[in-house]
Antibody, heavy 123, light 107 residues
Framework: QITLKESGPTLVKPTQTLTLTCTFS??????????VGWIRQPPGKALEWLAL???????RYSPSLKSRLTITKDTSKNQVVLTMTNMDPVDTATYYC???????????????WGQGALVTVSS | DIQMTQSPSSLSASVGDRVTITCRAS??????LAWYQQKPGKAPKLLLY???RLESGVPSRFSGSGSGTDYTLTISSLQPEDFASYYC?????????FGQGTRLEIK
């Protein structure tokens, strides 16, 4: 059974750096093809993909946020960490992590999601 | 990056209605398209992938079709539990993008 759970601060101040941790079970990020992605959703707005890290440490970032994002993995702890610098009130959102995998070179959809973590950016 | 244009942004319908939501990609995505349903306060739930493949456990009233740049999600007979928001997502590019969403409301 695959599960994921996001953790991190619920409130950050403008200009601060956000660090979110996704702790998962039921799969390993050392398995060929496996990946973990981050997606966010501002209140009442659409989903926005942020970043994805693969089993081989290949990383992909949303072009619009690339300069502010870093995604890393700790395979031994079954964790993926996302950092976002220079937080702004417009970054207030629910942040989700989700499982993905590549099969025959094709990226799967996000079949398994965490419950989400609401992060508010305010002074 | 590939832009996904989803329409309509909102839709009012009645139980039993047939509804269709469309998603247009800014370039061909070779059926690398998924549809998600999201209810308030919940994570998105995968409904269909590879444009037309129904995820396990999803009712057969949900179907998907399309090719190239144009894709549709159809709900053949709306049930009360189907009133939610729906999103498309392309994974043709490793730079993943979602549509803007469709909010399906009860008429």
């Amino acid at each position: 059974q695959i599960t994921l759970k996001e953790s991190g601060p619920t409130l950050v101040k403008p200009t601060q750096t956000l660090t979110l941790t996704c702790t998962f079970s039921g799969f390993s990020l050392s398995t060929s093809g496996v990946g973990v992605g981050w997606i966010r959703q501002p209140p009442g707005k659409a989903l926005e993909w942020l970043a994805l890290i693969y089993w081989d440490d290949d990383k992909r970032y949303s072009p619009s946020l690339k300069s502010r994002l870093t995604i890393t993995k700790d395979t031994s702890k079954n964790q993926v960490v996302l950092t976002m610098t220079n937080m702004d009130p417009v970054d207030t959102a629910t942040y989700y992590c989700a499982h993905a995998e590549t099969v025959a070179g094709t990226l799967s959809p996000f079949r398994y999601w965490g419950q989400g973590a609401l992060v508010t950016v305010s002074s | 990056d590939i832009q996904m244009t989803q329409s309509p942004s909102s839709l009012s319908a009645s139980v039993g209605d047939r509804v269709t939501i469309t998603c247009r990609a800014s370039q061909g995505i070779s059926n690398s398209l998924a549809w998600y349903q999201q209810k308030p306060g919940k994570a998105p739930k995968l409904l269909l992938y590879a444009a037309s493949r129904l995820e396990s456990g999803v009712p057969s009233r949900f179907s998907g079709s399309g090719s190239g740049t144009d894709y549709t999600l159809t709900i053949s007979s709306l049930q009360p539990e189907d009133f939610a928001s729906y999103y498309c997502q392309q994974s043709y590019s490793t730079l993943i993008t979602f549509g803007q969403g469709t909010r399906l409301e009860i008429k």
